[in-house]
């Protein structure tokens, strides 16, 4: 307490130290020695999102299921895509079950993830997805497996809540982080952490009467579910190259 | 005893080589193929006892044969060479009398059949048996002509006045060798019952295969998987004998109706679990039956080294690569081969999404009046809250599928952002993705 209430900047200007240590407890800058003890025997990988990675302990949990929670172009694709890219530059094996044949390499390759590293399965309907995801976990070696349910032509299937056991089962037996994206919740109480995503507003650049310019997209991830840490959040994280409109020209 | 004395060889002479290996390897694991095809030499030494004496067994090999439909004669001696001269001329055969060692027979007569009295040898259907010991005497009365000696050879025995092995034997070795040469030592030796020539095992043929006949014809899976096993794991000791585990392996099922199923397995990697093996022939056989029930099977494994894979101090372990192949292919059995395997970024010049893109594949068909979009999906349809583009785009006219387009990226008001396309040419407007 002496530390926090001692330093400088912008913890020293809180007022109430009770609202002080709320909000430093909500973000992770203060654990207690339980929650320190754990995470410091639990392997995790790492996001890449800094703020994040202090809430979750280091990253995401090995050995569990990770649920990535939002609607339409709330960033899960961006925030998965940034997983794997931190995940193959360590050099380990990913595999994508990908029922919707959405997956853009190109751009994926762009944002940093290294496609020798990555296994590509297209089931073409969601149960095949699962059983997939069965097979690449049983396989084991595989540092993330992203299940990807954020099917929009397939919304008419069955859950398969019931394979949510054996799939947990598996990640802990071969250490892997199960990312599972949908736009509502599905693994249950079997998921370690569930990921609230919303999208901010769009970045979009261009002086008016000009050209618009899709450039950014701001991200609020909170977490929704976690029995590893505490719930807590958003923090904020922007998706999108600098770079802007690589290759693109006006018309 | 010495060595020599213990040697016990069994020879088959018959028509089809590669029935007759198989015979022969169901008896003895020292398999030799002489250069001609001809004969195949088992040692036999400690086979005798599983028959009860080596008359059993040679009848036993005679049997095995017969069973499989075809003939075969069987000697066994204590040399090579007199085993396959007893399996030859041993009973009802034609010896010749001269000829050379191309095989062109002036005369034949009656062979007097080997000495089978006072227990020099056994005999029965198909087969001689020299008793230990006893090479000599058993080869005694048959003419030279059945080493095929060449026809300066052949002659110069005539003149000595040499008509049988029995009498050939009884010449001083050093003698034959300085006018005969190495060939005449030998035979001399063979006649004397001296043949010391060891008998070189044959490695086992390229690709073992095991083969099972059924007596009723399975339809049903599990029953043919466990028959299945069985083969298998034949097939896989056989591999592992010489140090190779299955590169691939062929599955021919021989159907009821008389036709065959052919299915063959390339793991990515050479595996040698049988289990594995078998679970991606259950996937492959109940993903598409066959299509009458199986009367019998043949696994033929196809050898491939094992391979060792040095693990990186720096990187992490990956999937095991056996492992690895297995998943691989079972995921293939599953989805398909074309829907398992590493991202290709396409090589071709494409705008680069500036935020994460959610393909869709095909696109989707909407209508768009720069206002609100509409299309199938009620997720996708609403008013846009902003617009822009067009960016254009257009390849492909090297080929014979040119296109031209003109790109958009759109808001809608429900909140998803999209990337829309009017294809120039039919005036057509597609979702192309979702930014998410």
């Known amino acids: 307490m002496e530390a926090v209430n001692g330093s400088k900047g912008p913890v020293a200007a809180e007022r109430d130290p009770q609202a002080l240590l709320a909000r430093l407890r909500r973000e992770g800058v203060l654990r207690t020695a339980l929650e320190v003890g754990a995470y410091g025997t639990r392997p995790v990988l790492p996001t890449g999102v800094e703020s994040l990675d202090r809430m979750l302990g280091g990253g995401l949990p090995r050995g569990r299921i990770v649920e990535l929670v939002g609607p339409l172009s709330s960033g899960r694709t961006a925030f998965l895509w940034q997983v794997l890219a931190v995940a193959t530059a360590r050099g380990e094996q990913t595999a994508l079950i990908d029922p919707a044949d959405a997956f853009d390499a190109a751009a994926a390759a762009a944002a940093g993830v ?11 309907r969601r149960r095949d997805a699962f059983r997939a995801a069965d097979l690449v976990l049983d396989a084991g070696g595989f540092g993330v497996v ?4 954020t099917d929009l032509r397939s919304g008419g299937e069955a859950r398969g809540w019931v394979l949510w056991p054996r799939l947990s089962m598996r990640a802990e037996r071969s250490a892997t982080v199960l990312l599972v994206l949908s736009e509502r919740r599905e693994a249950g109480t079997f998921a370690a952490i569930a990921l609230g995503l919303r999208r901010g507003s769009p970045d979009w650049v261009g002086a008016a009467g000009s050209p618009l ?7 609020r991830i909170e977490i929704l579910r976690s029995k590893v840490g505490r719930p807590g959040g958003p923090v904020r994280w922007t998706s999108g190259s600098s770079e802007g409109k690589h290759g693109r020209h006006a018309a | 005893m010495n060595d020599r004395a213990c040697r016990r060889i069994a020879c088959l002479i018959g028509e089809d080589l590669p029935a007759r290996l198989e015979l022969a390897r169901a008896f003895s694991p020292w398999v030799e193929v002489s250069a001609d095809g001809a004969a195949i030499w088992l040692d036999v030494r400690g086979c005798a006892a599983l028959h009860h004496d080596e008359e059993g067994l040679a009848a036993a090999l005679v049997a095995g044969a017969r069973r499989a439909g075809w003939t075969v004669r069987v000697g066994i001696a204590g040399s090579k060479g007199v085993a396959r001269l007893v399996a030859e001329w041993g009973r009802g055969r034609d010896a010749p009398e001269g000829g050379d060692e191309r095989g062109s027979i002036s005369a034949r007569k009656q062979a007097p059949e ?3 009295a006072g227990g020099v040898c056994g005999a029965g259907e198909g087969w001689v048996v020299v008793r230990p010991g006893r090479d000599r005497e058993a080869v005694a009365g048959l003419p030279v002509a059945v080493l095929r000696p060449s026809r300066e050879a052949a002659e110069t025995l005539r003149r000595w006045g040499i008509r049988t092995l029995g009498q050939l034997a009884a010449l001083p070795r050093a003698e034959v060798a300085l006018r005969l040469g190495a060939a005449g030592t030998r035979w001399r030796d063979l006649a004397a019952g001296d043949d010391d020539e060891p008998l070189v095992p044959t490695p086992q043929p390229d690709e073992p295969e095991e083969q099972v006949a059924l007596e009723d014809p399975l339809s049903e899976v599990e029953p043919l998987l466990f028959v299945l096993r069985g083969a298998i794991d034949r097939v896989a000791a056989r591999l592992a004998a ?5 590169g691939a392996v062929v599955l021919r099922l021989r159907l009821e109706s008389g036709a065959t199923d052919d299915r063959s397995l390339a793991p990515a990697v050479p595996l040698r679990d049988v289990a594995a093996i078998l679970a991606l022939f259950r996937v492959s056989i109940e993903s598409s039956p ?3 029930a199986v009367t019998g099977l043949t696994v033929r494994g196809i050898p491939a080294a094992a391979r060792s894979f040095q693990l990186s101090l720096f990187e992490p372990a990956g999937p095991a690569p056996q492992q690895l192949a297995v998943t ?5 059995a599953l989805v398909g081969c074309e829907r398992v395997g590493t991202p290709l970024a396409p090589d071709a010049h494409r705008s680069a999404a500036p935020l994460a893109l959610r393909l869709l594949r095909p696109p989707l068909a909407a209508r768009w009046d720069g206002r609100r979009l509409e299309t199938d999906d009620p997720r996708l349809r609403g008013a846009a809250v902003r617009a822009s583009g067009p960016w254009k785009l257009r390849g492909g006219w090297w080929s014979e599928r040119p296109f031209e387009r003109d790109y958009y990226d759109v808001e809608l008001s429900g909140g998803a952002l999209l990337r829309l396309f009017r294809d120039v040419s039919t005036a057509a407007w597609f979702v192309d993705g979702i930014y998410d």
């Open chain 1, 114 to 124: 290294a496609l020798e590293r990555v296994l590509w399965v297209r089931p073409g």
């Open chain 1, 146 to 149: 992203a299940l990807d349910l």
């Open chain 1, 213 to 219: 310019l899709l450039e950014r997209l701001d991200v």
């Open chain 2, 114 to 116: 080997p000495a089978t």
């Open chain 2, 242 to 246: 010489r140090g190779a585990v299955f």
């Open chain 2, 290 to 292: 066959p299509a009458a």
């Open chain 2, 328 to 332: 691989l292919a079972r995921l293939a």
